[in-house]
């Protein structure tokens, strides 16, 4: 084995030279000791150039040479230089022992740094790629500031719920269906309030695997329908639909589920547990948007409502009059206001209790709300007092109306404490443009032939 393998084939040829030149001059020169001293250089290089093998097959050959030489000459007592072959012998031996040592310790030396260069390698690529994912991740969550921004800057249900599907679609950047279900409150049931990536949806109310997540109020991944024992491919809802992956989340607010998110891929295993968290995330922040456009909602009927009635509230009615008197004016059409008052409404709270007096209300507003035109605006104007704005109407047609009204009031009894309470109303009409061209003046003069009415003798239209 070489001591110097990138140097070996320079060091064997030297050494090969010398070792032919010497023995050339052992043989032809008249002093042969000093050649016969010199192949010790040769065999020191043959020893650092081939190793062991080449040293010793050297070591033999200039021993062979001394041999030679003798019985050529027949000249003996070259002792000293068979000692001094022997010794280089010793020494090239431990001098290439020595350095095959170094040899191979600096070799696994550098086994173990290449092994730990590939592992450092490997470990470098392995943290890119962790790297990668975690910036694709923190992209990803970033995303949700943006979303709940965007979900509290909007106040429209349908507008929550387009920006639910839009966030859950930029967020996540997966390929698929997705839909939104919410529950109706009246109807106890999910009914689909907007979707992505499908233009017909088959199951409107959602399927098992919606029911499912409303039911459970937990999350649901599916990396294959076809191979998930929990729902059966013979159930219709599922099997009619065409995907094999998805994921979904409970939209939940004040410990109720108010609906259902869900993403499906007509691939296998399109999500992961990531995805799912990003749902999950993307749902509960949906739901708060949800049950804000909730609240904001009831607050605007508030506003516009009266709460025993469900009727317009008086500011809303006159605010409404101001608009349809600029609209009358401009078009050149008319319009009418009535006035309308409860008979003895004191007597029958008097006789029957203070809730039999809300039950007339209500009873009465049902009664007028049925009674007029789906454009027309029906207000309670404080206690017992009601009014009524007719469009495109003139005064012939209003007092014809308000009869109409008057009759079927009057027909219409109401049982309180198992006895018929017969309700009668009393009326004022007032007309744009031929009684007034101002709001004030227009609910004035209805006010004042109410009042007519009553004095009149009640029961009747003035």
């Known amino acids: 084995m070489s001591a110097y393998p990138r140097y070996s084939k320079i060091l064997g040829n030297i050494s090969v030279v010398i070792l032919f030149i010497l023995t050339y001059f052992v043989f032809t020169s008249t002093d042969p000791y000093p050649p016969l ?13 081939f190793g062991t093998f080449g040293g010793s097959a050297v070591s033999l050959f200039c021993a062979a040479v001394i041999l030679v030489f003798e019985l050529k000459t ?3 007592g070259y002792p000293i230089i068979i000692i001094s072959f022997f010794a280089s012998t010793i020494v090239g031996y431990f ?11 600096f070799a696994l030396k550098l086994e173990k740094s290449e092994e730990a260069m590939i592992l450092s390698g490997n470990a470098i690529a392995e943290k890119k790629r962790e790297l990668s994912s975690f910036t694709e991740k923190l992209k990803r969550y970033s ?13 429209s249900l349908d507008a929550v719920c387009r920006l639910i599907i839009d966030r859950s679609q930029t967020t996540l950047g997966k390929p698929g269906r997705i839909l939104l279900f919410l529950v109706d409150t009246e109807k106890q ?16 109310q959602g399927d098992i695997l919606d029911h499912w997540v409303l039911r459970h109020r937990k999350s649901l991944i599916i990396e294959d329908i076809m191979k998930d024992f929990r729902f059966p491919l013979h159930d219709e809802d599922v099997s009619k ?8 989340a409970p939209l939940v607010c004040e410990n109720k589920v108010i609906g259902v998110l869900r993403m499906d891929s007509p691939a296998e295993a399109a999500y992961t547990q990531d995805d799912l968290r990003l749902l ?17 909602s009831r607050t605007q009927e508030l506003a516009t409502k009266d709460s025993l009635t469900g009727l317009a509230v008086r500011r809303y009615f006159t605010e409404r009059l101001k608009d349809e008197i600029k609209r009358a004016a401009r078009r050149g059409t008319k319009l009418a206001v009535l006035m309308l008052d409860i008979d003895r409404f004191k007597d029958y709270n008097d006789r029957y209790g203070h809730l039999s007096g809300d039950l007339v209300l209500k009873h009465l507003s049902n009664i007028v709300s049925r009674s007029v035109r789906k454009d027309d605006v029906v207000a309670r104007y404080g206690g017992e007092e009601f009014v009524i704005l007719m469009l495109d109407r003139d005064k012939a047609d209003a007092l014809a109306e308000a009869e109409e009204i008057r009759k079927k009031i009057k027909d219409s009894p109401l049982k309180l404490r198992r006895q018929d309470a017969n309700i009668t109303v009393s009326i ?20 004042d032939r109410l009042y007519r009415a009553k004095a009149g003798g009640r029961d009747k239209v003035c």
Request: aromatic fraction near 8%; proline fraction near 1%; charged fraction near 20%.
């Open 74 to 76: 027949g000249i003996s």
């Open 428 to 447: 004022g009409v007032s007309s744009y443009p031929e009684d007034a061209g101002l709001v004030e003046e227009l609910v004035r003069i209805a006010d």
């Open 37 to 49: 001293i010199s192949l010790n250089i040769s065999i020191l290089l043959t020893w650092m150039a």
């Open 95 to 105: 001098f290439t022992k020595k350095i095959n040592k170094l040899h191979n310790s």
């Open 280 to 296: 999950d995330i993307l749902s509960y922040l949906g739901a708060l948007a949800v049950q804000n456009s909730y609240l904001y």
């Open 189 to 204: 049931e999910l009914m689909l309030s907007a979707s992505h990536g499908s233009s017909r949806v088959k199951a409107k």
């Open 143 to 155: 995303t949700l500031k943006e979303a709940a921004s965007a979900f509290s800057a909007s106040l």
């Open 241 to 248: 639909e065409t995907f094999r992956s998805m994921i979904s």
